[in-house]
């Protein structure tokens, strides 16, 4: 895969994926993704972005201003066997 922004390569990488919403941060860490080696773009494959807004949808309102989750080992398994 190619960074779109900068055409640099992008690799595995996990990160920590972090959504503001309404004065709350949704913090999710141990995120697959693919990270651009030149200029650190992230992205995300689209059954992983799916599962990042479903958690912060699921997220309530009243979990605090910084709410930290795991991402699920059961989607990390999916992404390795690719
Ligand atoms: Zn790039």
């Not at 972090?18 to 992230?42: A, E, H, L, S, W």
């Not at 989750?69 to 992404?79: I, R």
């Amino acid at each position: 895969m190619i960074c779109p922004h900068c055409g640099g390569l992008l690799k595995k990488d996990i990160t920590n994926n972090v959504t503001p919403r309404n004065g709350q941060f949704i913090v999710i860490c141990g995120v697959p993704c693919y990270k651009c080696v030149d200029c650190g773009t992230v992205l995300y494959r689209g059954h992983v972005m799916q599962r990042l807004e479903k958690m912060v949808n699921d997220t309530p309102r009243t979990a605090g201003n910084v709410v930290i989750l795991d991402y699920p080992d059961s989607d990390m398994e999916v992404y390795n066997g690719h």
